[in-house]
């Protein structure tokens, strides 16, 4: 198998808090998880803070601007897209998404692809 079909299971989706962000340690990688659910959709993020220096964005708040799904850093406000990672306010920062899908009761997180689970139905 190739690199890009390395799938981890992280955690039990009832471990996901709905409208919410839970942090999972994959292959070293700190990976903010979110799951939105009024449509169902998960997303997956590193969860460094770039403006705070500090592993945190699994805690901030999650809603979106104009339809795009966002993440609100806890410790200085900007906004990241939880579908590609940019900054809202800085468009020259970005931070890293990866795949995630749901398989069975199972979350699986992938950090060399990034699609988030329910966007591909």
Same mark, same amino acid.
């Given at each position: 198998?190739?690199? @890009?079909?390395?799938?981890?299971?992280?955690?039990?989706?009832?471990?996901?808090?709905?409208?919410?962000?839970?942090? /999972?340690?994959?292959?070293?990688?700190?990976?903010?998880?979110?799951?939105?659910?009024?449509?169902?959709?998960?997303? /997956?993020?590193? @969860?460094?803070?770039?403006?705070?220096?500090?592993?945190?964005?699994?805690?901030?708040?999650?809603?979106?601007?104009?339809?795009?799904?966002?993440?609100?850093?806890?410790?200085?406000?900007?906004?990241?897209?939880?579908?590609?990672?940019?900054?809202?306010?800085?468009?020259?920062?970005?931070?890293?998404?990866?795949?995630?899908?749901?398989?069975?009761?199972?979350?699986?997180?992938?950090?060399?692809?990034?699609?988030?689970?329910?966007?591909?139905?």
């Amino acid at each position: 198998m190739g690199s @890009n079909n390395k799938w981890v299971d992280v955690c039990s989706r009832d471990d996901l808090q709905p409208n919410s962000g839970v942090c /999972a340690l994959v292959e070293d990688q700190q990976v903010a998880i979110f799951y939105m659910l009024e449509d169902e959709t998960v997303f /997956a993020i590193n @969860n460094y803070d770039p403006f705070g220096k500090v592993n945190v964005l699994s805690r901030g708040l999650i809603g979106d601007i104009q339809g795009e799904p966002m993440v609100s850093s806890p410790l200085y406000k900007q906004h990241f897209s939880l579908r590609t990672g940019l900054c809202v306010e800085d468009k020259m920062v970005k931070v890293n998404t990866y795949g995630v899908r749901i398989t069975g009761n199972r979350v699986e997180v992938n950090l060399y692809n990034n699609t988030p689970w329910g966007e591909a139905k």
